[in-house]
């Protein structure tokens, strides 16, 4: 079994729920309480550089059916460039998807990729 977040019902819904903007509101509150369910979100953005910095993290549209969930969501990133004065920002736009389990929602663990170097393409 392929290692994963368990993340349970809310106490006030259940897990056939359909209201997206009230499971939105669940989803958001545990990002925002940096809570195990950022470890099944992809936040390695690329071309991000080293200086890059997350910003806000939102969840913005949850779908679910009778076995699976389907969260999107945006990853907002900045960049402070001292020398030259500049302050940049990207938008990055993912999803993840989990399967319902007795009493909660199964999220596979985000593998993050090897970091690579120059040196290495040579």
Same mark, same amino acid.
């Given at each position: 079994m392929n290692p994963s977040v368990r993340i349970p019902f809310p106490m006030a819904l259940n897990h056939s729920t359909q209201n997206s903007t009230l499971l939105a509101e669940y989803f958001q509150e545990l990002c925002d309480r940096r809570s195990e369910f950022l470890q099944a979100l992809d936040l390695e953005c690329q071309p991000?550089?080293?200086?890059?910095?997350?910003? =806000?993290? +939102? %969840?913005?549209?949850?779908? #679910? &059916?009778?076995?699976?969930?389907?969260?999107?969501?945006?990853?907002? !990133?900045?960049?402070?460039?001292?020398?030259?004065?500049?302050? =940049?920002? +990207? %938008?990055?736009?993912?999803? #993840? &998807?989990?399967?319902?389990?007795?009493?909660?929602?199964?999220?596979? !663990?985000?593998?993050?990729?090897?970091?690579?170097?120059?040196v290495e393409e040579f």
């Open positions: 991000a550089s080293r200086i890059s910095r997350l910003k =806000s993290l +939102s %969840v913005t549209n949850v779908l #679910v &059916s009778e076995r699976q969930i389907s969260i999107q969501y945006q990853v907002d !990133l900045s960049e402070f460039q001292a020398c030259a004065g500049i302050t =940049s920002h +990207s %938008v990055f736009h993912r999803s #993840v &998807s989990g399967v319902t389990a007795e009493s909660s929602w199964l999220f596979p !663990l985000t593998q993050d990729l090897p970091r690579r170097d120059t």
